[in-house]
Protein backbone atom coordinates (compact mmCIF):
# COMPACT_ATOMS: atom_id res chain seq x y z
CA UNK A 1 0.00 0.00 0.00
CA UNK A 2 1.86 3.17 -1.35
CA UNK A 3 2.44 5.93 1.58
CA UNK A 4 2.35 8.71 -0.89
CA UNK A 5 1.13 8.85 -4.63
CA UNK A 6 0.91 11.00 -7.12
CA UNK A 7 -0.52 10.65 -10.16
CA UNK A 8 0.26 10.52 -13.77
CA UNK A 9 3.78 9.46 -13.71
CA UNK A 10 4.48 10.92 -17.03
CA UNK A 11 3.17 13.63 -18.62
CA UNK A 12 3.67 14.93 -22.27
CA UNK A 13 2.19 18.11 -23.09
CA UNK A 14 1.78 20.71 -25.48
CA UNK A 15 3.34 24.48 -24.34
CA UNK A 16 0.71 26.46 -23.35
CA UNK A 17 -1.61 23.67 -22.00
CA UNK A 18 -3.08 23.64 -18.47
CA UNK A 19 -2.13 20.51 -16.38
CA UNK A 20 -2.35 19.04 -13.02
CA UNK A 21 -0.72 16.48 -10.41
CA UNK A 22 -2.75 14.94 -8.32
CA UNK A 23 -1.19 13.96 -4.96
CA UNK A 24 -2.34 11.56 -1.84
CA UNK A 25 -0.71 10.36 1.34
CA UNK A 26 -1.98 7.88 4.06
CA UNK A 27 0.25 8.01 6.48
CA UNK A 28 -2.01 10.97 9.17
CA UNK A 29 0.47 13.31 8.25
CA UNK A 30 -0.31 17.06 8.60
CA UNK A 31 2.35 18.43 6.22
CA UNK A 32 3.05 18.00 2.10
CA UNK A 33 5.31 19.44 -0.15
CA UNK A 34 5.64 20.08 -3.52
CA UNK A 35 9.33 20.05 -4.65
CA UNK A 36 10.88 20.28 -8.27
CA UNK A 37 14.21 18.28 -9.00
CA UNK A 38 15.87 19.69 -12.16
CA UNK A 39 17.94 18.07 -14.90
CA UNK A 40 21.19 18.43 -12.30
CA UNK A 41 18.54 16.46 -9.91
CA UNK A 42 18.69 19.06 -7.35
CA UNK A 43 15.39 19.26 -5.36
CA UNK A 44 14.05 22.82 -4.48
CA UNK A 45 11.02 23.36 -2.56
CA UNK A 46 8.24 24.78 -4.38
CA UNK A 47 5.15 24.97 -1.30
CA UNK A 48 4.44 23.05 1.65
CA UNK A 49 0.61 23.01 3.22
CA UNK A 50 -0.28 22.29 6.98
CA UNK A 51 -3.13 20.88 7.84
CA UNK A 52 -4.57 22.83 4.46
CA UNK A 53 -2.89 25.83 4.79
CA UNK A 54 -0.26 27.38 3.05
CA UNK A 55 3.21 27.73 5.26
CA UNK A 56 6.03 27.69 2.43
CA UNK A 57 5.53 29.30 -0.97
CA UNK A 58 8.92 30.00 -2.54
CA UNK A 59 9.74 32.19 -5.52
CA UNK A 60 7.97 30.16 -7.90
CA UNK A 61 5.56 31.47 -11.43
CA UNK A 62 2.16 32.39 -10.10
CA UNK A 63 1.09 29.86 -13.49
CA UNK A 64 1.77 27.02 -10.49
CA UNK A 65 -1.48 26.51 -7.94
CA UNK A 66 -1.29 23.92 -5.46
CA UNK A 67 -4.57 23.59 -3.87
CA UNK A 68 -5.00 20.95 -0.76
CA UNK A 69 -8.75 20.01 -0.55
CA UNK A 70 -7.59 18.00 2.74
CA UNK A 71 -4.53 17.38 4.68
CA UNK A 72 -4.45 13.74 3.08
CA UNK A 73 -3.74 15.57 -0.48
CA UNK A 74 -2.28 18.13 -2.27
CA UNK A 75 -3.02 18.30 -5.65
CA UNK A 76 -0.49 20.81 -8.22
CA UNK A 77 -2.08 22.83 -11.09
CA UNK A 78 0.08 24.51 -13.67
CA UNK A 79 -1.36 26.86 -16.14
CA UNK A 80 0.47 28.01 -19.88
CA UNK A 81 2.87 25.35 -19.30
CA UNK A 82 6.72 26.19 -20.50
CA UNK A 83 9.45 24.51 -21.71
CA UNK A 84 11.65 25.43 -18.72
CA UNK A 85 8.78 24.11 -16.73
CA UNK A 86 9.91 20.27 -18.01
CA UNK A 87 11.32 18.70 -14.86
CA UNK A 88 10.48 15.67 -12.29
CA UNK A 89 8.44 17.00 -9.70
CA UNK A 90 7.81 15.26 -6.21
CA UNK A 91 5.07 15.12 -3.38
CA UNK A 92 5.96 14.44 -0.65
CA UNK A 93 4.71 13.94 3.26
CA UNK A 94 5.79 14.75 6.92
CA UNK A 95 4.85 14.84 10.39
CA UNK A 96 4.03 18.66 11.58
CA UNK A 97 6.14 20.53 13.89
CA UNK A 98 9.06 20.23 11.05
CA UNK A 99 11.51 19.65 10.26
CA UNK A 100 11.10 15.65 10.39
CA UNK A 101 11.40 13.19 8.16
CA UNK A 102 9.93 13.62 4.74
CA UNK A 103 8.44 10.79 3.01
CA UNK A 104 8.20 10.82 -1.14
CA UNK A 105 6.11 9.97 -3.90
CA UNK A 106 7.67 8.51 -6.98
CA UNK A 107 7.57 11.43 -9.12
CA UNK A 108 6.40 13.20 -12.22
CA UNK A 109 8.28 13.78 -15.29
CA UNK A 110 6.84 16.26 -16.80
CA UNK A 111 7.94 17.31 -20.24
CA UNK A 112 6.77 20.21 -22.47
CA UNK A 113 6.81 19.96 -26.45
CA UNK B 1 19.47 30.45 4.68
CA UNK B 2 20.66 26.77 5.03
CA UNK B 3 22.87 25.70 2.72
CA UNK B 4 24.64 22.03 2.16
CA UNK B 5 27.32 21.05 -0.42
CA UNK B 6 28.36 17.18 -1.01
CA UNK B 7 31.07 15.99 -2.58
CA UNK B 8 32.20 13.96 -4.37
CA UNK B 9 29.13 14.69 -7.35
CA UNK B 10 29.78 11.75 -8.87
CA UNK B 11 32.21 8.16 -7.60
CA UNK B 12 32.67 5.09 -9.01
CA UNK B 13 33.42 2.27 -7.21
CA UNK B 14 34.90 -1.47 -7.30
CA UNK B 15 32.90 -3.88 -5.77
CA UNK B 16 33.93 -4.48 -2.22
CA UNK B 17 36.11 -1.14 -2.63
CA UNK B 18 34.82 0.96 0.80
CA UNK B 19 34.40 4.61 0.29
CA UNK B 20 32.86 8.37 2.12
CA UNK B 21 30.49 10.52 0.77
CA UNK B 22 31.04 14.14 2.17
CA UNK B 23 27.79 16.64 3.03
CA UNK B 24 29.27 19.84 4.56
CA UNK B 25 26.59 22.33 5.72
CA UNK B 26 25.54 25.67 7.38
CA UNK B 27 22.80 26.15 9.29
CA UNK B 28 21.46 28.26 11.83
CA UNK B 29 20.63 26.19 14.38
CA UNK B 30 20.61 22.35 13.35
CA UNK B 31 17.59 20.54 14.26
CA UNK B 32 18.48 17.67 12.15
CA UNK B 33 20.48 16.08 9.08
CA UNK B 34 18.80 13.49 6.65
CA UNK B 35 20.09 11.06 4.39
CA UNK B 36 18.62 9.63 1.47
CA UNK B 37 18.78 7.23 -1.24
CA UNK B 38 17.50 8.09 -4.65
CA UNK B 39 17.18 5.56 -7.27
CA UNK B 40 16.97 6.10 -11.46
CA UNK B 41 13.61 6.61 -11.68
CA UNK B 42 11.87 6.96 -8.32
CA UNK B 43 11.43 9.23 -5.74
CA UNK B 44 14.22 9.60 -2.32
CA UNK B 45 14.00 7.15 0.02
CA UNK B 46 14.55 8.00 3.47
CA UNK B 47 18.18 6.26 5.40
CA UNK B 48 18.96 8.15 8.15
CA UNK B 49 18.45 11.85 10.89
CA UNK B 50 20.92 12.51 12.98
CA UNK B 51 20.57 15.33 15.34
CA UNK B 52 24.03 16.00 17.40
CA UNK B 53 27.60 16.08 16.70
CA UNK B 54 29.32 12.74 17.72
CA UNK B 55 26.00 10.78 16.53
CA UNK B 56 26.48 7.61 14.23
CA UNK B 57 23.32 5.50 12.59
CA UNK B 58 24.40 2.32 10.44
CA UNK B 59 22.29 0.13 8.39
CA UNK B 60 24.09 -2.80 6.45
CA UNK B 61 26.81 -1.48 4.66
CA UNK B 62 26.09 2.14 5.14
CA UNK B 63 27.05 4.14 8.37
CA UNK B 64 26.44 7.87 8.85
CA UNK B 65 28.51 10.58 11.33
CA UNK B 66 27.74 13.41 11.77
CA UNK B 67 29.85 16.34 13.09
CA UNK B 68 29.70 20.86 14.01
CA UNK B 69 29.79 21.13 10.16
CA UNK B 70 29.56 17.65 8.37
CA UNK B 71 28.48 14.76 7.90
CA UNK B 72 29.50 11.79 6.47
CA UNK B 73 27.91 8.22 4.84
CA UNK B 74 30.57 5.91 4.72
CA UNK B 75 29.93 2.77 2.49
CA UNK B 76 31.67 0.00 3.76
CA UNK B 77 32.43 -2.90 1.53
CA UNK B 78 29.66 -2.14 -1.64
CA UNK B 79 27.62 -4.05 -3.86
CA UNK B 80 26.46 -3.13 -6.93
CA UNK B 81 22.76 -2.63 -5.66
CA UNK B 82 24.41 0.49 -3.57
CA UNK B 83 24.24 1.99 -6.45
CA UNK B 84 21.80 5.27 -6.48
CA UNK B 85 22.33 8.94 -6.18
CA UNK B 86 22.52 9.58 -2.03
CA UNK B 87 20.95 12.80 -1.17
CA UNK B 88 21.62 15.10 2.41
CA UNK B 89 19.59 17.24 3.52
CA UNK B 90 19.40 20.11 7.11
CA UNK B 91 16.57 21.27 8.74
CA UNK B 92 17.00 24.04 11.75
CA UNK B 93 15.02 25.15 14.54
CA UNK B 94 12.07 27.60 13.11
CA UNK B 95 11.96 26.25 9.71
CA UNK B 96 9.36 23.73 8.41
CA UNK B 97 11.55 23.41 4.98
CA UNK B 98 14.73 20.69 4.28
CA UNK B 99 17.36 22.44 2.41
CA UNK B 100 18.83 19.86 -0.32
CA UNK B 101 22.29 18.98 -1.55
CA UNK B 102 22.60 18.06 -5.43
CA UNK B 103 23.68 14.55 -4.13
CA UNK B 104 26.57 12.08 -4.44
CA UNK B 105 26.12 9.81 -7.07
CA UNK B 106 27.70 6.19 -6.67
CA UNK B 107 28.27 3.77 -9.06
CA UNK B 108 29.48 0.47 -8.03
CA UNK B 109 31.24 -2.02 -10.48
CA UNK B 110 30.52 -5.58 -10.01
Known amino acids: DTAVSQTPKYLVTQMGNDKSIKCEQNLGHDTMYWYKQDSKKFLKIMFS???????INETVPNRFSPKSPDKAHLNLHINSLELGDSAVYFC????????????FGAGTRLSVL | EDQVTQSPEALRLQEGESSSLNCSYTVSGLRGLFWYRQDPGKGPEFLFT???AGEEKEKERLKATLTKKESFLHITAPKPEDSATYLC???????????FGKGNQVVVIP
Open chain 2, 50 to 52: LYS
Open chain 1, 49 to 55: YNNKELI
Open chain 1, 92 to 103: ASSQAGGPNIQY
Open chain 2, 89 to 99: AVGSYGNNRLA
